[in-house]
């Protein structure tokens, strides 16, 4: 049973425009919530987080918003460049601080052309 | 931020052979994670581990997989004996409390 979903597998956008991202979650008990960046050959690196308690959360050029009653988030990349390129992993936990697992969503591959 | 060592990061072996992984969380976290991730899906948990002890391993085929965590620090992973569809990254993470986990590179197992 998919928690996380990102229903969008890949998404080009052109350089210096908006990249939107899009995840669903299901589980009402979430309420932590990250984005992580992954290039090829390489584990997963956290790129920025949202609380519950919050619905958005801007750090540089990326911004996630959280929408709680849709169960939704996105991140927002602004301006978009070609290093950006990679797939993106929207995750989701139960706790903000402690051992805690992350539910992953499937990737969406983000192609930024020059 | 924290360093995860993973080895080997390769590794093609045949079905029904045994192959283990091993992960060093550098900064000595105390949460340790392992997840497989297949082509083209998330990252799904298999354990977790809180210094020696096991506090989730509801997702891991016991059958065939195991994990140990010796003195709290570095921890192993193995599969014996190996499927096709354990062809995967195997991605090992630590965690620092504050909700966000480190990844290492991954080690990358096919099973022919």
């Known amino acids: 049973d998919q928690q996380v979903k990102q229903n969008s597998p890949s998404l080009s956008v052109q350089e210096g425009r908006i990249s939107i991202l899009n995840c669903d979650y299901t589980?009402?008990?979430?309420?932590?919530f990250l984005w992580y960046k992954k290039y090829p050959a390489e584990g997963p690196t956290f790129l920025i987080s949202?609380?519950?308690?919050?619905d958005k959360n801007e750090d540089g050029r990326f911004t996630v918003f959280l929408n709680k009653s849709a169960k939704h988030l996105s991140l927002h990349i602004v301006p978009s460049q070609p290093g950006d390129s990679a797939v993106y992993f929207c995750?989701?936990?139960?706790?903000?601080?402690?051992?805690?697992?992350?539910?992953f969503g499937t990737g969406t591959r983000l192609t930024v052309i020059p | 931020e924290a360093g995860v060592a993973q080895s080997p990061r390769y590794k093609i072996i045949e079905k029904r052979q045994s192959v283990a992984f091993w992960c060093n969380p550098i900064?000595?976290?105390?949460?340790l994670y392992w997840y497989q991730q297949i082509l083209g899906q998330g990252p799904k948990l298999l354990i977790q581990?809180?210094?020696?002890?096991?506090?989730?391993d509801s997702q891991l085929p016991k059958d065939r997989f195991s994990a140990e965590r010796l003195k709290g620090v570095d921890s192993t992973l193995k599969i014996q004996p190996a499927k096709l569809e354990d062809s995967a990254v195997y991605l090992c993470?630590?965690?620092?409390?504050?909700?966000?986990?480190?990844f290492g590179e991954g080690s990358r197992l096919t099973v022919l």
């Open positions: 993470a630590a965690g620092i409390g504050t909700g966000e986990l480190f």
């Open positions: 589980n009402s008990m979430f309420d932590y």
């Open positions: 900064s000595g976290h105390a949460t």
């Open positions: 995750a989701a936990s139960p706790f903000m601080a402690g051992a805690n697992n992350l539910f």
């Open positions: 581990f809180q210094n020696n002890g096991v506090v989730d």
């Open positions: 949202i609380s519950s308690i919050k």
